[in-house]
């Protein structure tokens, strides 16, 4: 049985025990709605982050862990139209670790986007690892009953929406992996490894940001739910083919993509170039862009804004009702979208 | 700078930071309080849970830990005086154990516990560890407006009370490192360890489950929270002079404590007189008893009531002002109580 399939029985099982009426959405989104009351619905995400897997510490400087740690939920919470409120932060790390700095930067870089974003850290907890750090990130948000955006509402017809540009979080992998790194304490200063050497030192830095210090878009996520302006969304945490995947497969529905309308920033056209890589490869199965996917329905396409927080957003298919078949087209091409997300089993239950 | 010390800073950092007037208790408590609407708070905790750290693998069966998991923050919550509702669980294991059937296992102890309470498996998050299970336990509940029972309320002249008996957990983790262990199986059946054998089975039997099955208070935290009945509460995870100790120091108050109104089960003593151990420095010093410590005004004993769901209390000491001493007192002999809890970092923040 693979993780798919045990976190499906996962879902039947827990909604066949499901006590409470008031859960709405349980396993199976990009966060929990709970009915709360007096019109609001709660919304609720936790992410697991363990060192060796999710993160390599040599290459991830405290501060930005602790950005990426409330990121990647807050990105979460943006994927359902809700507005983020409360975190919980679970974090355990080793003896050793605990006579060091990491904590004290760590909550330094999650206090900066934490107040950002208005959200306040409302509880948590501590403990001992044997050795390496883990962090659960848990976020509690909300919405208007009922606005919280679904990745089981497309419908045929419906367009379909990225925000920002896709492949530089994938792109700043591939540069960790040649050996870059960023130093925060001089600001914009990277160290190019030898096999990186004379490329372009902002393209760089701003493709190792991408990886390390990913943006995720509240802002759009708000305005999206608030003005019932998308029909289904999700993040892009696996990657566009994996996640278009799986709100396809929850809308119960299938899409077509246009290859040429997704949006590739040029830093990362630069690294491909010197690298022989593809970079519509990397925005189509690279994952941790954190940006948004969503679809709109037609009759709602002249209300959505240009830009949200100088974030832009372009139309890159539409869906069609070919349940569960993603075509994507390019020039005279035209083939099935295979998912090709993260190799390891980490997903949201 | 100790683990206590950084989230005393961690704690004014976030309050000075709090963006929220909706979180009425942050850190500091045995979870956290965040006024929902309609008359309702929202109680929020959350509990990690390391492998090599706060359980072992071959000492625990995966049944029992999934009922761990949920069982110590069904504690929190009741410690709080509310009821628990919605459980979310962030799960890590490694390639290997995801093969076996640990995983089935888990979540057949973790129904089990949640269905007793009516709570509700809503949502979580699966990853991929390189080594060991790592458990992050999030449980949501509620309770009237107000009605909360915090850590900060005892008062002098109010009674401390103790659920069930103590020292049970500390004896179980006694026998686990003598080797003995608990088959599921088949029921009730122990494998006494060459040095536990001759003893007492059944004895063995119940201060393993202690130690590897504790039984939230459920039942008598919402009692005590919905009738008002308790001033300050905090549940037994650390040990009795621990706890006591970190309620004292909310409420800024003093206790003195009768060591022979301590409740200690049969089976604590006849495993400390195999061992030559003391029974009352188990039960001040043992952790993870997960029984509720509370304080009640002298108006509101006689509304006590003397069993809920089978579990009886016990008046244990008394609250004074002398802030931040605790005496325990037993025949002619009379000593500071010093807080000797867990030896690792592990705390609620």
Request: charged share 25%.
């Amino acid at each position: 049985m693979n993780e798919f399939d045990f976190i499906e029985s996962l879902r039947s099982q827990a909604n066949s025990r499901r006590h409470s009426t008031r859960v709405l959405t349980g396993i199976g989104d990009d966060a929990s709605i709970i009915s709360e009351a007096a019109g609001r619905d709660l919304i609720v995400t936790t992410d697991l982050l363990i060192e060796g897997v999710d993160f390599h510490r040599g290459a991830t400087p405290a501060r930005l862990l602790g950005h990426k740690a409330l990121a990647v939920s807050l990105s979460d919470i943006a994927a359902m139209g809700a507005r983020p409120f409360w975190s919980f932060l679970a974090i355990g790390m080793s003896r050793e670790e605990w006579k060091t700095n990491f904590k004290d930067e760590f909550y330094e870089g999650f206090f900066a986007l934490a107040d950002r974003y208005g959200v306040t850290l409302a509880g948590g907890d501590i403990s001992e690892t044997k050795d390496g750090i883990v962090i659960d990130s848990i976020i509690l948000g909300e919405v208007a009953s009922g606005a919280a955006v679904k990745r089981s509402g497309a419908r045929p017809g419906d367009q379909i929406y990225v925000t920002g540009n896709l492949g530089g979080a994938a792109a700043g992998l591939k540069l960790i992996e040649l050996g870059a790194s960023v130093e925060l304490g001089s600001p914009g200063a990277v160290f190019p490894s030898p096999a990186v050497r004379g490329w372009d030192d902002d393209a760089i830095q701003t493709l190792l940001l991408r990886q390390l210090q990913p943006q995720p878009r509240v802002g759009w996520g708000i305005v999206l739910g608030e003005q019932q302006l998308a029909s289904a969304m999700i993040d892009l945490s696996d990657g566009l083919s994996s996640d278009l995947n799986h709100l396809c497969k929850e809308s119960n529905v299938g899409a077509t993509i246009d290859a040429a309308a997704i949006p590739l920033d040029d830093d990362v056209r630069h690294l491909c170039g010197r690298r022989a890589l593809d970079p519509l490869a990397l925005a189509l199965h690279g994952g941790e862009d954190f940006e948004l996917l969503f679809t709109v329905a037609p009759e709602n396409v002249s209300r959505l804004p240009k830009k949200v927080d100088g974030v832009t957003i372009s139309r890159v298919g539409e869906i069609n009702n070919t349940s569960g078949v993603i075509r994507i087209r390019e020039k005279n091409r035209e083939w099935d979208l295979q998912a090709q997300g993260f190799e390891h089993f980490s997903r949201s239950t």
